[in-house]
């Protein structure tokens, strides 16, 4: 059981905040779930009402948490976050963060390049291609729109019942003998059309995470051009720096 260590320096809103973090992070306090309330958490700890109050406000700031009036402190989804020189796909990274992917797939067809997928995935414009249109879902809920334009310079087509909603297409493309060996992305934050907005269930106001990635095989060959759309509100980006060395 956890106690809060009066005898240390460290404060005793910042140990409080530390175990309540990892209760909600362990799914202790599950998502959508109503915290204990103040004069519970102030009795289990021994602790002061200020010092609880301190604890859950930080909590609330780093968005943990948020207190909704007649209700309680709610536990609130947290954001994904990604390191963005690991080249992985969505199913990945969603795996790697504990969470459990998924999708929806809303078009498979094939059509002809425009001049923007024609640059990007290294064919003559009006060349036939595959467009892959997929909601993905986070934990069930959606989060994001991806489309996929796959090039057909190689010895396999996706078809739409090739698909389920668990469906990895970076697995697809192994199982096909086609071995991805990295991908140049771009990342933005942008205002989505009305259409995707309403895929997302977004408001009119809400922005979104755009990234735009083309993926490459391991003999530098275009596979795919994707244009992707993320709920702001779901993800983070984490990206670890480090500084060269001058001798």
């Known amino acids: 059981m956890a106690v809060i260590d009066k005898q240390t320096n460290v404060p005793m809103h910042a140990q409080l905040y530390q175990i309540l973090q990892k209760r909600i992070t362990e799914g202790v306090y599950p998502v959508n779930s109503v915290m204990p309330s103040e004069a519970d958490i102030q009795s289990e700890f021994e602790v002061s009402r200020i010092t609880v109050r301190r604890a859950v406000s930080d909590l609330e700031r780093d968005g943990y948490v948020r207190k909704k009036r007649g209700s309680g402190t709610i536990v609130l989804p947290q954001k994904t976050y990604h390191d963005r020189f690991q080249f992985t796909g969505y199913s990945e990274d969603a795996?790697?963060?504990?969470?459990?992917?998924?999708?929806?797939?809303?078009?498979?067809?094939?059509?002809?390049?425009?001049?923007?997928?024609?640059e990007m995935l290294k064919v003559e414009p009006g060349e036939t291609v595959t467009y892959l249109k997929r909601l993905r879902l986070l934990n069930g809920k959606i989060n994001g729109l991806?489309?996929?334009?796959?090039?057909?310079?190689?010895?396999?087509?996706?078809?739409i019942t090739d698909f389920d909603s668990m469906t990895s297409l970076y697995d697809y493309y192994d199982k096909h003998g086609i071995i991805l060996d990295s991908a140049d992305e771009s990342i933005s934050a942008k205002m989505p059309n009305s259409a995707i907005r309403k895929e997302l269930y977004m408001d009119e106001n809400q922005p979104v995470f755009y990234r735009e990635r083309v993926t490459y095989d391991s003999k530098g060959g275009v596979v795919e051009y994707s244009r992707n759309y993320y709920r702001a509100d779901d993800y983070n980006y984490f990206v670890h720096l480090t500084k060269d060395k001058v001798n």
């Open 146 to 159: 991806h489309e996929t334009y796959i090039s057909h310079r190689y010895d396999f087509r996706i078809r």
């Open 95 to 118: 795996i790697a963060h504990g969470n459990h992917p998924g999708s929806i797939v809303l078009e498979c067809v094939d059509l002809p390049a425009d001049i923007r997928v024609s």
